[in-house]
């Protein structure tokens, strides 16, 4: 499809297990953004890509949030020893970047729920 | 820190009336948006306003930005189950990388 990609829809993890979070940008965008969301509010930066390069990630909550893109395209976002304070909807989306305001492009989320 | 709060934080009304949500902060943004979303979706993009007091009108939704660029209103005329949704409004930081600070938002309920 050509819309932002996200697997799984669904993950449920143990306390303590560690997660990795699939995001597929539209092709040819530039910039990539994940985003934290909890029910029924709005999405909370966590970390932003210009292609490869991680250039704002002061929204990541602890050293447990790691965030990549190695090749400029297909993002991972991992959380390691997961704690029940994790459990969200994690929001991928991505942009031309080719002006100032482009639109951004969101994927459907993964659900996250740490027991 | 930017905060971008949004009132009501829940609606919920009959088919055919008139609503408006409201977005305000004590920071300036260089432009605002205004996303819908469903449950199970992503958030999506309805407008864009990036001058001071435009006022933009989307079908039976106008959107104005403040003068002051902090603040912003939705209203939707003659509302239809359709309009369901969590309405997030989300200002651009202006910093490196633009990136968008999201309101706290407002789920709507439309029942027939």
């Known amino acids: 499809g050509a819309g932002v990609s996200q697997s799984p829809r669904y993950k449920v993890a143990k306390r303590g297990q560690d997660v990795a979070l699939r995001c597929d940008p539209i092709s040819g965008h530039v910039s990539l953004f994940w985003y934290q969301q909890a029910l029924g509010q709005g999405p909370e930066f966590l970390t932003y890509f210009q292609n490869e390069a991680q250039l704002d990630k002061s929204g990541l909550p602890s050293d447990r949030f790691f965030a990549e893109r190695p090749e400029g395209s297909v993002s991972t976002l991992k959380i390691q020893r997961t704690q029940q304070e994790d459990s969200a909807v994690y929001l991928c989306a991505s942009s031309s970047g080719k002006r100032r305001i482009s639109p951004l492009h969101f994927g459907n989320g993964t659900r996250l729920t740490v027991t | 820190t930017q905060l971008l709060e949004q009132s009501p934080q829940f609606l919920s009304i009959q088919e055919g009336e008139n609503l408006t949500v409201y977005c305000n902060s004590s920071s300036v943004f260089s432009s605002l948006q205004w996303y819908r979303q469903e449950p199970g979706e992503g958030p999506v993009l309805l407008v864009t306003?990036?001058?001071?007091?435009e006022v933009k009108k989307l079908k039976r939704l106008t959107f104005q930005f403040g003068d002051a660029r902090k603040d912003s209103s939705l209203h939707i005329t003659a509302a239809q189950p359709g309009d369901t949704g969590l309405y997030l409004c989300a200002g651009a930081d202006g910093g490196a990388t633009n990136k968008l600070i999201f309101g706290t938002g407002t789920l709507l309920a439309v029942q027939p």
């Open positions: 306003v990036v001058t001071g007091g």
